[in-house]
């Protein structure tokens, strides 16, 4: 019995099973570049021929030189052409060896940045099929890192070694034709010399293995560590809390550790390789007597001697090769069950076709809503019921955790309720096209994305369908209040935001702010704009100019504003307060006063902190 990558016992059928990712993997690399992979087997299959072709022409030139110095001996006169023919035909030959042997180098390096960018193609595009909650899952981020880390390498490595597989199986073939003329034992010995290092090599590749597979929360931590230090948005914290010290110390401990597990793993397989290869070397020298004697007692010429010897030598570095082809195939196998388990990975089912609401002055409805993020004990938002009416204004308030930020992914399709139903224009979220839906909503979230592009840019990606349109930029700049600032840096809205690229310009948080709303009235077709704490960097009396403006701006859509700051909510028409995922009370600034619950609780406090 065998150990699988899970450390289970498997049959040799199952073992023969891991390299089932090899025709896989060889139709990925068909289809990066098809004229690279074909050169690549021809060049490879001609490397497999040309050294048996130089171990016999060698055969003949020693010949030719024994035959011509007997000819000495007797007192003729020797002839050279025959030797010197030979010798030109074995340069030939290992000039196209030299040259093949070029070509297979050269055509592995194209092929090898090829297939990196296309299998990092293959993850970017898994990951935007994907739904949100399965980014926020810690196992997901394994599988995720797993994939990336080698993948990119695994399939080409696995193609090649599939192709040295075929050249040294046929250069071992062409040796074996040639040493089957002096015994079959000598092929049996060849053959079978190999395989003590080879069960070796592969046990110690599936250990490594699963080594690599079982560290992905720590490799993922020591990422995370070297970002946190080397970060522009994470160095201010840790110089101003001295922090460096602290991280560089656990990011020295993981890695130690990872290390000593490597060192201990490596000492056990250069350990066994180095005794277990030493049965190499005892075939090869034995065989190498059997040969000698066999040329001092006559049954076999010089010449057939030193192509034996030769052809043995290289037939056990062919068949040492082939094993070692067979075992790096199965660790690349391995590895690549990383790739294909994240692209495998079960991909949300599309949403409708519907493009228009059956009623599209129904506005926005939840019935009965629930939802349970993935892994928590407790639902985020629980037994929702709301009807939002186009042209209403809405504030949502609560206690952080109160599921507020998580009902407006609900409304905008990033999840899908666990149950009850959420109606956009008379119609289930569900039957709406994913596309379409996401067209009708801009949302500005407290956790905005700051892109390090220009700033145009940065207001464009609010609609992607019109990201470079400059006129689109100035006007979305002028609802969001952020014109006149940005009419104000070098090169206006081209001017490169952030500290990762040259003459990059650095916002403050009030403006970064500004460009997250303007980037909101990109999407001047969205019938539902929701502003969740993005002027949580501004003053009081600021966010209140913002919020007026908002609702200027949005008198015939739907307009909801998450904030902390009453004198902002009160100006809504329906204000709506959420504890531990539910909506506990709703109204009007002055009929929640009345009710006396906790948003009348809340406001006293906040409005006593200003007395």
């Not at 040493?179 to 070796?200: D, E, H, R, T």
């Not at 504030?395 to 309720?417: C, D, E, H, R, W």
């Not at 980037?519 to 002027?535: H, K, N």
Request: charge should be negative; aromatic fraction near 12%; glycine fraction near 10%.
């Amino acid at each position: 019995m065998l150990r699988d990558p899970a450390n289970q016992d498997i049959s040799f059928e199952s073992y023969l099973g891991v390299f089932r990712y090899g025709q896989r993997a060889i139709r990925l690399v068909w289809s990066t570049h098809k004229g690279l992979t074909i050169a690549l087997a021809i060049f490879t299959l001609t490397a497999g021929v040309l050294p048996a072709g130089v171990a016999y022409v060698g055969k003949l030139i020693v010949d030719a030189v024994v035959a011509q110095i007997g000819v000495i001996n007797i007192g003729g006169e020797a002839e050279y052409s025959t030797a010197l023919f030979w010798v030109v035909v074995e340069g030939i030959i290992v000039a196209g060896l030299v040259g093949v042997q070029r070509a297979i180098g050269f055509c592995q390096a194209l092929l090898r940045v090829l297939l990196s960018q296309r299998v990092n193609v293959l993850i970017l595009e898994k990951a935007l099929t994907l739904e949100l909650a399965q980014f926020e899952d810690s196992e997901f981020y394994d599988k995720l890192n797993r994939a990336r880390q080698e993948a990119s390498s695994r399939p080409l490595s696995l193609v090649n070694r599939t192709f040295g597989l075929a050249q040294y199986g046929i250069a071992l073939v062409s040796f074996g034709g040639l040493l089957l003329q002096f015994s079959p034992w000598a092929v049996l010995i060849l053959v079978a010399a190999g395989f003590p290092a080879f069960a070796a090599e592969t046990t110690f590749s599936g250990e490594r293995f699963r080594i690599f597979k079982r560290r992905s929360t720590e490799r993922r931590m020591l990422m995370y560590l070297e970002m946190v230090l080397a970060r522009e948005d994470h160095a201010k914290e840790v110089k101003l809390f001295a922090l460096g010290s602290e991280f560089l110390s656990r990011y020295r401990k993981i890695f130690n550790r990872l290390y000593e597990e490597d060192r201990k793993l490596a000492i056990r397989r250069d350990g066994w390789g180095f005794a277990l290869g030493l049965f190499g070397n005892v075939a090869f020298y034995g065989t190498y007597a059997w040969i000698a004697i066999s040329t001092i007692e006559g049954a076999i010429s010089i010449g057939e001697m030193t192509m034996y010897l030769l052809v043995f030598k290289q037939g056990q570095a062919a068949v040492s090769s082939m094993l070692t082809s067979i075992g790096g195939m199965y660790e690349d196998n391995l590895y690549l069950s990383n790739l294909y388990e994240y692209l495998e990975q079960d991909t949300p089912k599309l949403g409708g076709t519907v493009s228009i609401g059956s009623d599209p002055e129904a506005g926005l409805v939840f019935e009965d809503v629930t939802f349970t993020y993935p892994g928590a004990d407790y639902p985020a938002v629980r037994n929702v019921n709301l009807k939002i009416r186009p042209g209403q204004s809405v504030a949502i308030v609560g206690l952080n955790g109160s599921g507020k930020t998580t009902l407006i992914k609900l409304m905008a399709g990033l999840y899908a309720p666990d149950t009850g139903t959420i109606y956009y224009q008379g119609t289930d979220l569900a039957d709406w096209d994913s596309l379409k839906l996401r067209n009708s909503v801009g949302i500005i979230f407290q956790d905005f994305n700051r892109y390090q592009l220009q700033v145009g840019e940065n207001i464009g990606a609010g609609d992607v369908r019109h990201m470079w349109e400059d006129e689109r930029w100035v006007d979305a700049a002028t609802k969001g209040k952020a014109a006149s600032f940005i009419e104000k840096l070098p090169e206006k809205y081209h001017t490169q935001l952030g500290r990762w690229f040259n003459k990059g310009q650095e916002l403050s948080g009030g403006e970064w702010q500004r460009v997250a709303l303007s980037r909101a009235f990109m999407r001047t077709g969205a019938d539902i704009l929701v502003l969740d704490e993005p002027t949580a960097a501004m003053d009081s009396q600021t966010e209140a100019e913002i919020f007026d403006h908002f609702q200027s701006l949005t008198a015939d859509k739907i307009a909801i504003l998450i904030s902390h700051r009453f004198s902002t909510v009160r100006r809504a028409e329906l204000i709506l307060v959420m504890d531990e995922g539910e909506i506990i009370e709703r109204g009007s600034h002055e009929e929640l006063l009345v009710l006396e619950g906790q948003y009348a609780r809340l406001f006293e406090l906040q409005a006593r902190g200003y007395r």
